[in-house]
Nanobody, 131 residues
Framework: QVKLVESGGGLVQTGGSLRLSCAAS????????MGWFRQTQGKEREFVAT????????YYGVAVEGRFTISRLFSENTVHLQMDSLKPEETAVYYC????????????????????????WGHGTQVTVSS
């Protein structure tokens, strides 16, 4: 069982930046890929970014590539999402998610981008971008 707690959401103006954090309660020896999704009311959860347990592999949603950066800090079992040049349409609840990596298994980019791949979810943090 993994508990995920997001922080860092808030209100920012168009073009501004925010840094989200997700702290995982998993054992440091556990291998979990961790990602971020976002959702607005009435819409499906949208893939934002993900990073493998080793940190060697990361993927981004088309809408955020070049503006968002995902990273992980192993010493604190934490993943960060640096969001720059934010747009009003990116106002949403941002969720942290994780799934356990199987040893010696290669996961394709498609699998990483699916919400159904992730077994554990945080409660979400609100990001509001004002125009």
């Amino acid at each position: 069982q993994v508990k995920l707690v997001e922080s860092g959401g808030g209100l920012v103006q168009t073009g501004g930046s925010l840094r989200l954090s997700c702290a995982a309660s998993a054992s440091p020896s556990s291998a979990y890929s961790m990602g971020w999704f976002r959702q607005t009311q009435g819409k499906e959860r949208e893939f934002v970014a993900t990073i493998s347990w080793s940190g060697a592999t990361s993927y981004y949603g088309v809408a955020v590539e070049g503006r968002f950066t995902i990273s992980r800090l192993f010493s604190e079992n934490t993943v960060h999402l640096q969001m720059d040049s934010l747009k009003p349409e990116e106002t949403a609840v941002y969720y942290c998610a994780a799934f356990p990596e199987e040893p010696n298994t290669s996961y394709g980019s498609t699998l990483y981008r699916l919400a159904t791949t992730y077994d554990y979810w945080g409660h979400g943090t609100q990001v509001t971008v004002s125009s």
